[in-house]
């Protein structure tokens, strides 16, 4: 059955999901034997279909998060230009190998791709600005070329990410906060340079086979950033104290930001 989804009558007037905006007149038809909603304004697949090329996504949903979590998906959905929020659409789909096309007017990624079966980054629009935990133990991963210009925070966005060998040469600007960025992973070959404007490094690249001391901008704080590191210089590696990256902590920070997440929808997978 077709079902409509209009926020801008009944008791529903003007909400904002997750930050960001639905206005008064976010419309949008699905299939309910496809979609399921969990959350005003927000779908999680409940369909047979594994192709995703074969999976109609309504158009006019805003809020993509959840979308495909966990579930058997093996190619992507093709998303609509409307969606502008993609927090854990594929998380957890271990079967997916191809990432998809990110909507250009997305700006937040954060554990979209975590625990996913990629084998290759998706190209992300300049306007992302949020990206923790995007490819998080994506074991599969071996490159990532390019960051998207307006990024702001990158916490464990590769952290896990045991072959993944390249990153870009530097990071964008606006970036404040990597903490955890890299953590684990252990054949990374070149770390991206510290902007200026850089907060926080912390755990950085723990346990990776770097063998240089990254560059740490001043007043940044970077405790434990190269914690591990058996390739760099014993003196080098521990002239900072180092305090090891609570990432349950920092996941379940994050996991309590999606506060319309569901319990149907709440993550099963394994974050160590």
């Avoid at 990624?109 to 996913?116: F, V």
């Avoid at 390249?166 to 955890?180: C, M, Q, R, W, Y």
């Avoid at 992973?185 to 850089?198: D, G, I, R, T």
Wanted: charge should be negative; charged fraction near 20%; glycine fraction near 6%.
């Amino acid at each position: 059955m077709t079902v409509k989804y209009n926020n801008s009558g009944g008791v529903i007037m003007l909400q904002t999901y997750n930050g960001v905006s639905l206005g008064k007149n976010t419309t949008f038809d699905y299939d309910d034997e496809q979609f399921e909603m969990q959350n005003p304004g927000q779908l999680h697949y409940i369909g047979d279909e594994t192709d995703g090329s074969n999976i109609t996504v309504p158009n006019g949903l805003i809020d993509g998060s959840n979308l495909f979590r966990e579930t058997a998906i093996s190619s992507p959905a093709m998303l609509p230009n409307s969606i502008e929020k993609m927090e854990a659409t594929y998380a957890g789909c271990q079967q997916l190998a191809d990432p998809g096309i990110v909507p250009p007017n997305v700006t937040n990624i954060r554990m979209a791709w975590a625990h996913s079966g990629i084998e290759s980054a998706p190209e992300l629009p300049d306007g992302v600005q949020y990206a923790d935990f995007a490819f998080d133990h994506c074991e599969n991963l071996q490159e990532f070329e390019k960051f998207p210009e307006s990024l702001q925070s990158a916490d464990c966005m590769f952290s896990g990410d045991t072959n993944l060998t390249t990153l870009p040469d530097a990071f964008p600007e606006n970036v404040e906060s990597i903490k955890g960025f890299a953590a684990g992973c252990e054949n990374l070959q070149n770390v991206p340079v510290a902007n200026e404007n850089m907060k926080h490094m912390d755990n950085a690249y723990a346990y990776c086979d770097i063998d240089s001391v990254p560059y740490v901008p001043e007043g940044c704080t970077c405790e434990g950033f190269t914690e591990g590191c058996a390739n760099l210089d014993e003196q080098s590696a521990n002239d900072i104290e180092t305090t090891p990256l609570d990432r349950e902590a920092a996941l379940a920070e994050l996991e309590a930001s999606l506060d319309q997440s569901s319990p149907e929808t709440e993550s099963s997978f394994s974050m160590n």
